[in-house]
């Protein structure tokens, strides 16, 4: 285990949240099965839904309204989904809240607002799911919860706990050969003892049918609508981090973190910037805290904002409201301790983890994992920077922070329109399994 590994392990059974780990009931649900799953192959639904299966790559292409969208993810992978929730998010949740009802789950699940187009989307997963799913396969068994036939709540509980350990990592201007954005993310958390989340991958690209809706690609898993690590269209980037934030000033109203960065991935072009991301995040309430860092493809702006952490949660009493941003220029300020130095002298870079820099100018402690790994990758930069950076150097700076809660990992190249994704298929971390690159052009043609 490389350093801090325990210790992650320990926050994130204490209360991180529901995000990419997984488990049978054995004991707990003994009826919750696992469905069988497609295979290699591709396959088709009625708006035009394409799926291809490939080892351990699913790639799902959707186009059309956001009911059509939904109906085809729905459709091509109910069983998908089923598995998702019943040995993905039940596990986690009974981790975290063991003594919670799942009626007290739902209740709380309330408190989120859905955008017409989204619950749209989330109505046609449920009809799609309905047409290919066996009536018996649709039982659902919740922990601490009565038996019943899957349910829209069910899909909202899925896209409403979104809580993510992760590491990301841009560079551009001097610190690359050519001067072009790469940006790199891993996605981290909690794989169960018999890998079922590493069966649960997808490649989700969205090619909507409203005008002025940027299309999309994201890597994430069967049953999220929203976005955890995306592209757009206009050479956007965006990952979504955990962290401990402040409680929100809301008592409602919450957006669903995940539904925040498909927002964005939707809503900001290439003539767009931070500016436009603060003001987007500072009208969506949240519930929990999060780093939101997204790469920008505006060739007018300064060259320091090129990539962007925003600090995010939902205190709206907080100065500059629900969010900070945090740019490069911000990096010789960054605050340090006598066990993390995490200020830097290069304006070119960008590092994002899972506490707040700028919003919370305290530098964690040296039980911290997200400081250890913030503190690793900072190491391995001086080792590079001296001259410059390409992808396989980021890569190999990020594989210093990547473990087995490594579940996939993607390098960005948003001025290209490449995108590289590594899928945890075995006991090795993201990075350590096989490549899949793409054209963002080749993604968005079928």
């Known amino acids: 285990m490389k350093s801090g590994t325990k210790l992650f392990l320990l926050a994130l059974l204490a209360g ?13 649900n ?12 591709v396959y088709t639904s009625v708006y035009g839904g394409q799926l291809t299966v490939s080892g351990a790559m699913r790639m799902l292409k959707l186009q059309g309204s956001n009911y059509q969208m939904g109906y085809d993810y729905g459709y091509l992978l109910g069983n998908e989904i089923i598995n998702t929730l019943q040995l993905y998010i039940y596990w986690v949740l009974f981790l975290k809240y063991p003594v919670q009802t799942y009626d007290e789950v739902y209740s709380f699940q309330t408190r989120f607002t859905w955008e017409t187009s989204y619950s749209n989307e989330l109505v046609g997963m449920l009809d799609g799911i309905y047409a290919s799913v066996t009536e018996e396969n649709l039982t659902i068994f919740p922990p601490n919860g009565p038996v019943h036939k899957l349910s829209l709540q069910d899909l909202m509980v ?52 409203v005008a002025g809706v940027h299309s999309w690609a994201g890597a994430g898993v069967c049953g999220v609508i929203g976005a955890m690590t995306a592209m757009n269209d206009a050479g956007v980037a965006g990952v979504l981090h955990n ?40 009208a969506t309430p949240a519930y929990y805290g999060n780093n939101i860092m997204v790469g920008f493809s505006n060739t007018s702006l300064p060259l320091n904002d090129k990539a962007v952490v925003f600090e995010y949660d939902g205190d709206a009493t907080q100065p500059g409201g629900r969010v900070t941003a945090r740019y490069a ?49 900072t190491n391995q930069l001086k080792t590079y920077l001296p001259l410059k950076i390409d992808i396989t150097n980021v890569r190999t700076i990020m594989m210093t922070v990547d473990d087995v809660f490594t579940l996939h990992s993607v390098i ?35």
């Open 329 to 377: 220029s911000d990096n010789p300020s960054l605050p340090d301790n006598a066990y993390f130095t995490q200020s830097m002298t290069n304006l070119n870079l960008i590092i994002n983890v899972n506490h707040y820099l700028k919003r919370k100018s305290v530098a964690p402690g040296y039980t911290d994992d997200s400081g250890n790994r913030y503190a690793m990758i």
């Open 243 to 282: 962290t401990d934030g402040y409680p929100s000033s809301d008592t409602g109203g919450y957006i669903s973190r995940l539904i925040a960065l498909r927002k964005i991935m939707e809503t900001i072009g290439s003539a767009d910037g931070p500016s436009n991301v603060v003001t987007l995040l500072n």
């Open 412 to 446: 960005f190249q948003p001025e290209k329109g490449l995108i590289d994704i590594y899928l945890s298929d075995s006991p090795l971390p993201a990075f350590e399994c096989k490549k899949y690159s793409y054209t963002l052009s080749q993604l968005l043609t079928w």
């Open 158 to 209: 899925m896209n409403t706990v979104g809580d993510w350990m992760c590491s990301s990592l841009a560079a551009w201007g001097s610190a690359t050969w050519d001067g072009s954005l790469v940006f790199a993310r891993n996605f981290d958390y909690l794989p169960d003892s018999q890998s079922e989340c590493k069966k649960l991958h997808v490649v989700t690209v969205y090619k909507s049918a």
């Open 30 to 41: 003994p009826n919750a099965k696992e469905l069988p799953m497609k295979g290699d192959g």
């Open 16 to 28: 991180a949240g529901f995000a990419s780990g997984c488990a049978i009931f054995v004991g707990l």
